[in-house]
């Protein structure tokens, strides 16, 4: 049985960063994909990125080039996802997800962090 | 990047309607596919990959078809546990793309 558990819900200054992290259980992380989806508020579903922690190869959506830097810790299971730069639009609730190789669906979630930027 | 597009955007229905959500991709994304259900507070769930491929313990009554652009979800007897957003996603290639939600609320 696959498991995901997520961080704690955090609240940010504009220009600060946060980062999140999601502890695997069950499964193979290795051989995983672990994605990063976020929802703002009211608003639908966004892929923010993933990382191949076989390869060590993490692969980001346009958007958040430059901002998002996604790691895998293959000795704890656990993978962070950390955006820098944050500004008011980036509340959103930020799910982890797994999926089993590159064109599979994500078929495991965490159970989402609440990310909150205000001043 | 690929584009995904849902219609409706929302739908209300009774229990027992068949209902039928459609999405569409901006280009051939043969059948990498695949359908989830969100309701309020909680994490997407997936219903099918693949197009077509139904997940185990996912009731029978949900379906999926399509290839290429086209793709359709359908509820053959809407139950009152279905009312929730359901979300389209492409896994061809990076960024793996949402389309937008339909909505199915209570007639």
């Known amino acids: 049985q696959v498991q995901l558990v997520q961080s704690g819900a955090e609240v940010k200054k504009p220009g600060s960063s946060v980062k999140v992290s999601c502890k695997a259980s069950?499964?193979?992380?290795?051989?995983?994909?672990t994605n990063w989806v976020r929802q703002a508020p009211g608003q639908g579903l966004e892929w923010v990125g993933r990382?191949?922690?076989?390869?060590?190869?993490?692969n980001y959506a346009q958007k958040f080039q430059g901002r998002v830097t996604i790691t895998a810790d293959r000795s704890t299971s656990t993978a962070y996802m950390e955006l820098s730069s944050l500004i008011s639009e980036d509340t959103a609730v930020y799910y982890c997800?797994?999926?089993?190789?590159?064109?599979?669906?994500?078929?495991?979630w965490g159970q989402g962090t609440l990310v909150t930027v205000s001043s | 990047d690929i584009q995904m597009t849902q219609s409706p955007s929302s739908l209300s229905a009774s229990i027992g309607d068949r209902v039928t959500i459609t999405c569409r991709a901006s280009?051939?994304?043969?059948?990498?596919l695949n359908w989830y259900q969100q309701k309020p507070g909680k994490a997407p769930k997936l219903l099918i990959s693949?197009?077509?491929s139904l997940q185990s313990a996912v009731p029978s009554r949900f379906s999926g078809s399509g290839s290429g652009t086209d793709f359709a979800l359908t509820i053959s007897s809407l139950q009152p546990e279905d009312f929730a957003t359901y979300y389209c996603?492409?896994?061809?290639?990076?960024?793996?793309?949402f389309g937008p939600g339909t909505k199915v609320d209570f007639k």
């Open positions: 997800a797994r999926a089993v190789d590159s064109g599979a669906p994500l078929a495991y």
């Open positions: 069950g499964g193979s992380f290795s051989s995983y994909t």
């Open positions: 990382i191949i922690p076989i390869l060590d190869i993490a």
């Open positions: 280009q051939s994304i043969s059948t990498y």
């Open positions: 693949a197009a077509s």
């Open positions: 996603q492409q896994s061809y290639s990076t960024p793996f793309t």
